[in-house]
């Protein structure tokens, strides 16, 4: 195992070259209105666009992180969400690892629109990133997940929904392989209408789906997760700290 001292210097390294990712392009968007957008200007996370938990506050799919409020940080226009091998209680249970999770709820909600962000993911096992939309008020299904990536093949972006049919949960969903998303920053939406869900990575179509779209508002959360059933727990060579580092994460509604 390496020491807490090299994995820290490391990560400070990777803080270092994130930090000089390319000026995020105009918000402005032919035929679209912006309705929500931070690009991490400041010196710390907008607790007045973003909660810093999870409004559940419970355990989901198996994870092993305990999600706290000092897990971000502000650095040079980009917001760092950082998982660490550090010990916490987390809905009651004693946890290994600390992350971040932030959402609109109650702050911004939408029905229907486009969804983005820009952001480099980590790379690692048991890594779990994701950009996704739940419905307002809490519930569940639906669920638009805008992206999730696992850290031990970082160059496969998965694009879901997950919807609840006469009998039971269902979802639709695929994938896409591409570059290495760990290796810079790279783009990934969704627009939403009532008739279809597109996925996008880099402005370039990816997966669509027309089975059971939702039609209720839904705010966004973002987070990285640490083990669960689908990525598995970190091994050792799982480099910590770790972290999902954002540009900026935009919402825009359809102009009439």
Known sequence: MKSFCLTALAFLAVIAVVGQAPAAESPERTGWKLTFHDDFNGTALDTNKWNPNDPWGRERNHELQAYVKNAFEVQDGILHIKAQKL???????????????????????????????????????????????????????????????????????????HFRDEKKHQSHGGSWVGPDFSAGFHDFAVEWSPQAIVWFVDGTERFRSEQHIPHTKMYMLVNLAVGGDWPGAPNEQTLLPAALDVDYVRAYERMQ
């Open 87 to 161: 010990s916490a209680n987390y809905a009651g249970k004693d946890r290994a690892y600390t992350s971040g999770m932030m959402t609109t709820y109650q702050k911004f909600s939408q029905e229907y629109g486009r969804f983005e962000i820009r952001c480099r993911v980590p790379q690692g096992k048991g890594m779990w990133p994701a950009f996704w939309l739940l419905p307002e008020p809490l519930g569940w299904p639906p669920e638009i997940d805008v992206l999730e990536i696992l850290g031990h093949e970082p160059t496969k972006a998965y694009m879901t929904h």
